[in-house]
């Protein structure tokens, strides 16, 4: 990335990766938003995970700030109808053991404050901002559903292992001077690349479900996917600092997923990222899971089809969820001469 001007660190320094425009600052909290819900190769891969926070903690003027693993698995559905876990034991690694709560306590044995929040725990309460007096962890709910895309918006705000406070829209709390620091949080967005049943394909975009609360607002923000409603989530909350695709093992079955076993999956070894969460969802859907789809003999691809327009189709809902991000002003395009994504080849084994 660096080579072509992003730099990952933020620091007064200028190198290859690194650079006063870098996105990660040494003191930052970091959320690394992964999907939970499911075991296997429905999960994000851990050892990607464990790569992304080595990286981190690496930063040249040393790493003193915070990292939570975290996703809302909505309590329901996934591999045990139950939700999500951030300890299954079938995980979607090298080691099948290594489970998101195993790669932060080997961190957090070093030093670094590194834990993980399951969001499952907190996704039936529903609270106030800690600036209106509520320090509960749970859920911050709208009033009204959103004009153009109809969904109800809602994101979690907790304490860490580590007492820090969190509000996922306004930033990191501090309860002394009862005031907001919104640049200090970052969220790096780091989705499994599958087919959905429902909606076509599950990358970036559509990863933005693991923020929101499904069950307090009566399933409305999975039924606003199609409407483009996970851009109006990305805009009214906060929109990831950092996307990097795992598409390490990849489902792409045409509507196979969301959950995925190891016989089903299949390796394409790539590891792809991009500030454009919906650029890189468009670029991988066609790049990867089609070209993938397509060696495996199937023939009907529209509904992994990014250029596929038809309504409620994955382009159709992918597009409106752009439209979201544009009119707030935030840069996205599913325009090839224009995508900016970042590739690299997944070691094997």
């Known amino acids: 990335m660096g080579e072509r001007g992003l730099k990952f660190y933020k620091s007064e320094r200028v190198g290859d990766t690194m650079g006063p425009d870098g996105l990660i600052a040494s003191d930052d909290v970091i959320i690394i938003k992964v999907n939970s819900q499911w075991d296997e190769r429905g999960g994000t891969n851990t050892d990607l995970v464990k790569a992304l926070i080595k990286a ?144 076509g394909v599950t990358a970036c975009v559509k990863h933005y479900m693991g923020v929101v609360s499904d069950r307090l607002t009566n399933h409305n923000p999975h039924n606003s996917v199609g409407t483009g409603g996970m851009g109006t989530v990305m805009v009214e909350t906060r929109m990831p600092t950092l996307n990097v695709l795992d598409a390490i093992w990849i489902n792409p079955h045409p509507r196979g997923g969301p959950a995925t076993s190891y016989e089903e999956a299949v390796r394409a070894n790539i590891i792809a990222a991009s500030t454009d969460p919906v650029a890189l969802d468009y670029w991988a859907a066609k790049y990867i899971l089609m070209q993938a789809a ?54 094997e084994g």
Do not use: C
């Open 294 to 347: 397509s060696k495996l003999g199937y023939r009907d691809l529209s509904s992994m089809d990014p250029d596929n327009t038809s309504p409620r189709s994955f382009g159709s809902w992918l597009r409106l969820s752009m439209e979201e991000l544009l009119k707030a002003g935030i840069f996205s395009t599913v325009d090839e001469d224009r995508i900016a994504v970042y590739v690299v080849r997944a070691p």
């Open 56 to 199: 981190i903690v690496s930063h040249p003027d040393g790493f003193v700030g915070e990292i939570v693993i975290a996703d809302n698995g909505q309590a329901q559905y996934g591999s045990r109808g139950t939700g999500g876990s951030l300890n299954w034991e079938r995980n979607n690694a090298e080691d099948p053991s290594q489970s998101m709560e195993k790669v932060a306590q080997a961190f957090a044995s070093q030093g670094y404050r590194v834990s993980t929040y399951l969001w499952d725990t907190i996704t039936l309460k529903r609270v106030r901002e800690y600036l209106d007096g509520d320090v509960e962890d749970g859920y911050v709910v709208y009033d009204k559903p959103d004009p153009e895309t109809g969904v109800v918006v809602s994101y979690p705000k907790f304490r860490t292992k580590y007492g820090t406070y969190i509000s996922f829209k306004l930033g990191v709390w501090d309860p002394t001077t009862r005031t907001y620091n919104s640049s200090k949080l970052k969220v790096i967005n780091v989705p499994v690349l599958k087919t959905h049943a429902i909606y």
